[in-house]
């Protein structure tokens, strides 16, 4: 069965250091893979997406993800992060036109 | 371009009640997808209509269900609320076609069941 699951519940990381949440897939086929990011109270804004190509994908608010078919991760990665940066996080993929999340990674910043 | 717009925001029914939610897509968007999301169970996926159909359904009892109009806009109805029903619900929509199905969420509609 397809399935996505992010092994981090909760990450704290002070402002300006680098950041990583990770997220692995189960799925046969070639993925489409999705990053959302979740403000309290709001709903979700898509951060980045991978369908072919290029591995190492590039969003918006300075995050970056990189396909490993052989790992099947899809890690999201951020060089400096910003108190802004606060929220929750959630790995996604594609699988037969249903979209299946991960459970969600909280990520606090340390000002 | 305006954005997914959900209404109402907020919604506090009893046990037992029916309720109905709406939402309205980007324009030119005519796949719209719900979502309940749970503390205990997170995102979890209702069903997707597109062009007025069905188009997939997630494991969610009967009580649930929803539909499309011409225009895309969809509502998604629950009936004999329980209070597990006490959810954020996320509508999504997007354009189909090519298989990458590349979604905009609505803000939610916060429903508290007592």
């Known amino acids: 069965a397809q399935s996505v699951t992010q092994p981090d519940i909760h990450i704290t990381v002070s402002e300006g250091a680098s950041l990583e949440l990770r997220c692995n897939y189960s799925y046969g086929a070639t993925p489409y893979l999705f990053w959302y990011v979740q403000s309290p109270g709001q709903g979700l804004q898509l951060l980045l997406k991978?369908?072919?190509?290029?591995?190492l994908v590039q969003g918006i608010k300075g995050f970056e993800a990189e396909f490993k078919r052989s790992q099947s991760s899809f890690n999201l990665r951020k060089p400096s992060v910003h108190w802004s940066d606060a929220a929750e996080y959630f790995c996604?993929?594609?699988?037969?036109?249903?979209?299946?999340f991960g459970p969600g990674t909280s990520l606090s910043v340390i000002p | 371009k305006a954005g997914v717009t959900q209404t109402p925001r907020y919604l506090i029914k009893t046990r037992g009640q029916q309720v109905t939610l709406s939402c309205s897509p980007i324009?030119?968007?005519?796949?719209v997808s719900w979502y309940q999301q749970t503390p205990g169970q997170g995102l979890q996926f209702l069903f997707e209509y597109f062009s007025e159909t069905q188009r997939n359904k997630g494991n969610f009892p009967g009580r649930f269900s929803g539909r499309q109009f011409s225009n895309s806009r969809s509502e998604m109805n629950v009936s004999t609320l329980e209070l597990g029903d006490s959810a954020l619900y996320l509508c999504?929509?997007?354009?189909?076609?090519?298989?990458?199905?590349?979604?905009?969420f609505g803000p939610g509609t916060r429903l508290t069941v007592t």
């Open positions: 996604a993929v594609l699988a037969f036109d249903k979209v299946i």
């Open positions: 999504a929509s997007g354009t189909p076609g090519t298989g990458a199905n590349e979604q905009y």
């Open positions: 324009s030119g968007h005519r796949s």
């Open positions: 991978y369908f072919s190509g290029d591995t």
